[in-house]
């Protein structure tokens, strides 16, 4: 009977990402994934360290593993990812089940460790290594997929270094991968059944990887050469910072017509105080030009964002600031957080916000932010939209897939139509969804 292994994943879509490598890593020494941790022969928790609540998450889930590893002395714990590399020998200490601590840029090396915390001992591997994991681990996945879309990352870590952010420390210095092996595996993707590909990065529009030319390519360029790419049919990206949203990018959302008309760019306040406070490095109104710009190159692109409230110092009026910016964009989605003050970050050393006025605050957000994305979506109603079907409905008879402007829509109609982008009338909104009939189909 062959070992199985068991990835959890936590955080961001790049964790997501990491993962699904980890697990072909396993996968190359003979562990089978699973999706159950009460047989898995190794768990591996692939953790976040973005918030308090986050990395608690990681100790309490810990906690319930203690009884699988007093039953099964063999079972191998592994912690991975931004907990890992922030905290390394202290989880050992915390956790003393924990077998092995691997942080985000030493995943080549899981098998390894794996092998050698059962014969040396506990493992720990934070380091940066000079060589790059995706030169060492398995090119792109081996079997074929079973959805159509997938998350590919170009570009890690980051040299912003905004006050309140654990990513430049947990992830490392910016780098970007060279365009070869992005197109190499996208291509693999694809002859896997990909169509829809996510192009990943803490800061994706910093992407600067070296061409074939062996110059360095801007992330515009590199999509244009995976656009080339037959039977993908949309392109997207995430995380971009609005510093890096340079003219060629804002074109591109105007000419290739791979590139979905969405994009998430975190804005975190609408005060100019705090977003200098913040080290963003844009004042509101430079935020606002740039979403002019990208919006006069695609009229009907789709916006979505980042908020931190309660961020220290931050005033009554700062707060309208950012409840001004909210109204003035119109946001279709939005991810909203109280600030949570992280060690070793220079405005974890600032005087903090009570909690009760940062709670009062983020809820007034949540609604303006709630009733904005209700608006988008229920402006979609009457319209035929473009959506890949990716997964079974919420009713029998039914699929569900994105739209091109990422809204979760249903529609009845069989499971050949799974993986394919067809053309939905939209009929209906509810609160998180689209429901539509089948038009036609548009291609597979
Ligand atoms: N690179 C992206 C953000 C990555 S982290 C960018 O620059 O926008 C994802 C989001 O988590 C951030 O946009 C921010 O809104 C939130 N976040 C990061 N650190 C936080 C903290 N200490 N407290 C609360 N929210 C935080
Ligand atoms: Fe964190 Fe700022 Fe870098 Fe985004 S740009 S990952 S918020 S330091
Ligand atoms: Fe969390 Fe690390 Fe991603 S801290 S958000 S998993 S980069």
């Keep these: 009977m062959s070992k199985k292994a068991f990835v959890k994943s936590y955080g961001c879509q790049m964790n997501v990402y990491d993962s699904e490598r980890m697990a072909d890593a396993l996968a190359g020494s003979g562990y089978a994934k699973s999706s159950d941790?009460?047989?898995a022969d190794v768990i591996v928790l692939n953790t976040c360290h973005i918030r308090e609540k986050a990395t608690e998450k990681i100790y309490s889930e810990l906690g319930r593993y203690k009884s699988l590893k007093a039953a099964n002395p063999d079972l191998r714990i592994v912690v991975a990812g931004c907990v890992a590399q922030a905290e390394g020998e202290e989880i050992v200490r915390r956790q003393p089940m924990v077998d092995v601590v691997v942080g985000p840029q030493a995943y080549h090396r899981l098998p390894n460790l794996i092998a050698r915390s059962t014969e040396d001992g506990r493992q720990v591997d934070t380091d940066f290594?000079?060589?790059s994991k995706f030169d060492k681990l398995p090119r792109g996945p081996v079997a074929k997929r079973t959805s159509p879309t997938a998350f590919l990352t170009v570009q890690e870590g980051c040299d912003k270094f905004c006050t309140f952010c654990v990513v430049p420390y947990t992830r490392g210095a910016e780098s970007s991968r060279p365009v070869a092996g992005v197109r190499d595996e996208a291509e693999r993707l694809v002859a896997r059944g990909v169509c829809e590909i996510t192009l990943l990065g803490q800061n994706v529009n910093a992407y600067h990887g070296v061409g074939p030319d062996?110059?360095?390519?801007?992330?515009a360029r590199?999509?244009?050469e995976l656009a080339k790419i037959d039977g993908l049919k949309r392109i997207r990206y995430t995380t971009s910072h609005p510093n890096d949203m340079t003219d060629d990018l804002i074109e591109a959302h105007g000419t290739c017509a791979k590139l979905m008309p969405y994009l998430h760019l975190p804005v975190q306040s609408g005060s100019d105080k705090i977003l200098k406070r913040m080290n963003r490095r844009y004042s509101a109104s430079e935020y606002l030009r740039t979403v002019e710009r990208i919006r006069a190159a695609r009229p009907d692109i789709l916006l979505s964002s980042d908020f931190i409230v309660g961020f220290p110092e931050e005033s009554d009026s700062d707060f309208e600031a950012t409840m001004d910016i909210v109204r003035e964009v119109g946001f279709s989605q939005a991810y909203s957080f109280r600030y949570s003050a992280r060690p070793g970050t220079p405005a974890s050393e600032r005087p903090q916000i009570d909690s009760d006025v940062s709670a009062e605050r983020l809820q007034r957000l949540q609604e303006l932010l709630k009733s904005q994305q209700r608006l988008a979506q229920d402006a979609m109603v009457g319209r035929n939209l473009s959506v890949l079907f990716e997964r079974?409905?919420?009713?029998s008879g039914q699929l569900a897939g994105k739209s091109e402007y990422l809204h979760a829509v249903h529609a009845e109609c069989g499971t050949d139509m799974m993986g394919k982008i067809c053309r939905v009338r939209i009929a209906r909104s509810?609160?998180?969804s689209l429901t539509?009939?089948?038009v036609r189909v548009q291609g597979t």
């Design 430 to 432: 509810e609160p998180n």
């Design 392 to 395: 079974s409905g919420r009713r």
């Design 436 to 438: 539509g009939e089948l």
């Design 129 to 131: 290594p000079a060589e």
């Design 37 to 39: 941790a009460e047989d």
């Design 214 to 219: 062996g110059g360095e390519w801007p992330l």
């Design 222 to 224: 590199l999509m244009a």
